[in-house]
T-cell receptor
Framework: QKEVEQNSGPLSVPEGAIASLNCTYS??????FFWYRQYSGKSPELIMF????GDKEDGRFTAQLNKASQYVSLLIRDSQPSDSATYLC?????????FGTGTRLTIIP | DGGITQSPKYLFRKEGQNVTLSCEQN?????MYWYRQDPGQGLRLIYY???????QKGDIAEGYSVSREKKESFPLTVTSAQKNPTAFYLC?????????????FGPGTRLTVL
């Protein structure tokens, strides 16, 4: 069983719509959860992180965490073509991040 | 400019040769990390260091070595013992290893072994 599971996609979303990215994890000791965006051929860049159950909003991005269900998600509102990238979910347990394989998101103009 | 630099951006080496990848940060971060990314896969942790002169193995340390002689530098050597060294190598740093410390990534080095 994979430690961090993400739908590999590709996930296609019309411009202006909401993109929903999901992630499940197996380590119940995970304390914080990070979302990174990675453009093709580039390094990951931080979108946001969350460590408390519930929602956390930052601009067009909302992270949702449910530790009981071992589930974390990222919503992107008013999707733009520049949001087309691979999104990596990474729970932090102890001092180490564990990355999922990422979900490739394509925003259709 | 504060940030993390990795050099070179692209590296080609013959099979059987050792190669050292550079990672430097001027963010005054204590913790530094090396990851490897293969096509279609997530990042996998090779080595990490929380403090100068100390480092720990990650999940895939075999065939790699590191040093941490200075706070700002964390070079990675890919040895000839690494069976499949061709990959995208990413260095990251964070203020410290606590649960809220974000890891920031350098631009990466793409290593191809011929």
């Amino acid at each position: 069983q994979k430690e961090v599971e993400q739908n590999s996609g590709p996930l296609s979303v019309p411009e202006g719509a909401i993109a929903s990215l999901n992630c499940t994890y197996s380590d119940r000791g995970s304390q914080s959860f990070f979302w990174y965006r990675q453009y093709s051929g580039k390094s990951p860049e931080l979108i946001m992180f969350i460590y408390s159950n519930g929602d956390k909003e930052d601009g067009r991005f909302t992270a949702q965490l449910n530790k009981a269900s071992q589930y974390v998600s990222l919503l992107i509102r008013d999707s733009q073509p520049s949001d087309s990238a691979t999104y990596l979910c990474a729970p932090l347990s102890g001092e180490k991040l564990t990355f999922g394989t990422g979900t490739r998101l394509t925003i259709i103009p | 400019d504060g940030g993390i630099t990795q050099s070179p951006k692209y590296l080609f080496r013959k099979e059987g040769q050792n190669v050292t990848l550079s990672c430097e940060q001027n963010l005054n971060h204590d913790a530094m990390y090396w990851y490897r990314q293969d096509p279609g896969q997530g990042l996998r942790l090779i080595y990490y260091s929380q403090i100068v002169n100390d480092f720990q193995k990650g999940d895939i340390a075999e065939g790699y070595s590191v040093s941490r002689e200075k706070k700002e530098s964390f070079p990675l050597t890919v040895t000839s013992a690494q069976k499949n060294p061709t990959a995208f190598y990413l260095c990251a740093s964070s203020i410290g290893p606590s649960s809220s410390d974000t890891q920031y990534f350098g631009p990466g080095t793409r290593l191809t072994v011929l």
